[in-house]
């Protein structure tokens, strides 16, 4: 039986060598080849795509095969290679005047898994009616899949390889003057997760006063000191640790393919995804003074709409993903859009998750403000009204019956109150999320990436994080 590819919160993922094979990846590849086909002119598809990739397992071979399908669809191909970092691949989209893209990683999957993500012609995430046309123009048969060999593809013109670099990072200079910070005199280490960011924050702030010291900046598909390279506890501990011996004055993190941004303090302490969403939109609105709406994914922070409120900016809610977040940031021309899981998109460039981007502007806060990351915290509460507290449980899936179980409790759940707060309304846009009387929520959802359940909440009650944690697990079916 043909293994049926499906598209996720963010393109199509699997175990390399079990449903991740060269076959599968071309025939994801062919079906990309024969959505652009019916999409767009043939004067706009011979404007070609950009492919690359992250550092994962086989990850120079897949790209590769992914460009021998797209060159046998008669499709340039600007080859960008392994180990470019995703917002950069996004920004090539662009700065090429492509298509679109196709990038190779698994992003923050654990070392085992890779995938396969598509992009638009503006860089971002395709939406999910585009994701489902892929989908069904995916062959069953490989003899349906069009291929050249890549060298005779290369020498007919039909695959060149480029450096994305050095468009990206004018491009960088237009959005953010980083000579302040490199002036700054500050110590800043640099988590890259073993992944692509290695090398571009060292790049970009190096030569002068500010000193970087980047850890897991080498090659290693295993992913050591960490269960895989996602930006949050207890992957992180490690590299705050190093931030900690080194005395720095914040630690700067990028996830496998550099497109998320984790952040820690003075204290190499971790500042939670939700929070880094509140100071990044605090430094637009309160320290930059630019205006513009808000988009965000209903799982992540509640002091967005505090923000909106104060400054006068609509804030959109959607579900889970970019594939959700990017086309409405471009509908509403958003000045920040972003998710709970640490991706952050900006105004002026592509509506893509920049882990890159994102750090750099975290710093030029610091910067600006002369404040340290504990004190520029202390900052946004101010203006929220006090510290959120925020929490995510992740349990593997024990069968596709336990998933319906679990919907069909979740589908019939009217809880009057979670953790002791009163539950005000319920939102099933995707997943279940319960809003809560102090303007707080617990959210029940599965993961579109991995076979997982999620239970989040964020909660201005510090002290009942762990009971709006307990009664989600119980809604759900799950053992707290």
Not at 30 to 49: C, I, K, M, N, W
Not at 162 to 175: G, M
Not at 271 to 288: E, T
Not at 314 to 328: I, L, R
């Amino acid at each position: 039986m043909t293994y049926k590819i499906v598209f996720g919160t963010d393109g199509w993922r699997g175990k390399i060598a079990e449903n991740y094979t060269f076959d599968n990846v071309r025939r994801c590849a062919q079906g990309f080849a024969r959505y652009l086909q019916a999409t767009y002119t043939p004067e706009q598809v011979q404007q070609g795509v950009v492919i690359g990739g992250d550092k994962r397992f086989g990850a120079e071979d897949f790209t590769a095969a992914a460009a021998e399908v797209m060159a046998g669809n008669g499709i340039p191909v600007h080859f960008a290679g392994a180990g470019t970092p995703t917002p950069v691949i996004s920004y090539s989209v662009v700065a090429r005047k492509a298509i679109g893209a196709i990038n190779i990683t698994a992003s923050h999957n654990p070392p085992s898994d890779n995938g396969f993500k598509v992009r638009d012609p503006h860089g971002g995430a395709i939406d999910p009616d585009g994701l489902k046309q892929i989908e069904a123009a995916i062959p069953d048969e490989m003899s349906d899949v069009q291929r050249l060999d890549y060298d005779d593809a290369l020498a007919q013109g039909l695959i060149t390889p480029f450096d994305p670099k050095p468009a990206y990072i004018e491009q960088v200079h237009r959005l953010i003057d980083v000579q302040p910070i490199i002036d700054a005199g500050l110590t800043v280490v640099v988590d890259n997760m073993w992944g692509n960011g290695a090398g571009w924050l060292s790049e970009l702030l190096g030569g002068g006063k500010t000193r970087i010291i980047e850890v897991h900046a080498g090659r290693n598909p295993l992913f050591p000191e960490m269960n895989r390279p996602e930006p949050i506890p207890p992957n992180v501990d490690a590299g705050l640790a190093a931030g900690l011996a080194h005395g720095a004055d914040a630690v700067c993190i990028m996830d496998g393919d550099a497109d998320r941004c984790g952040f820690g303090d003075e204290r190499g302490r971790f500042i939670d995804q939700l929070r880094v969403f509140g100071l990044l939109a605090m430094y637009f609105l309160d320290i930059r003074g630019d205006r513009g709406p808000i988009v965000k994914t209903l799982s992540t922070t509640s002091m967005l709409e505090k923000l909106g409120r104060r400054f006068d900016v609509p804030v959109y809610q959607t579900g889970v993903g970019f594939k959700y977040v990017a086309p409405k940031m471009m509908e509403v021309d958003a000045l920040i859009g972003g998710e709970e899981s640490g991706g952050y998109a900006f105004r002026g460039h592509v509506p893509e998750r920049d882990g890159i981007l994102g750090n750099l502007f975290l710093l030029d806060l610091m910067v600006r403000t002369g404040l340290k990351p504990t004190q520029l915290l202390d900052r946004l509460f101010s203006l929220v009204g006090g510290p959120h507290y925020y929490e995510r449980i992740d349990t593997r899936l024990e069968s596709n019956e336990f998933k319906e179980e679990a919907k069909a409790r979740l589908d019939a759940a009217q809880p009057q109150s979670v953790g002791g707060l009163k539950v005000t309304g319920k939102v099933t846009v995707d997943g279940y999320k319960f809003e809560l009387e102090d303007g707080g929520w617990l959210l029940v959802r599965f993961s579109g990436t991995e076979p997982l359940i999620r239970v989040y909440c964020e909660t201005i009650h510090g002290d009942k994080v762990a009971a709006i944690l307990a009664d989600g697990m119980k809604l759900a079916g799950l053992k707290a």
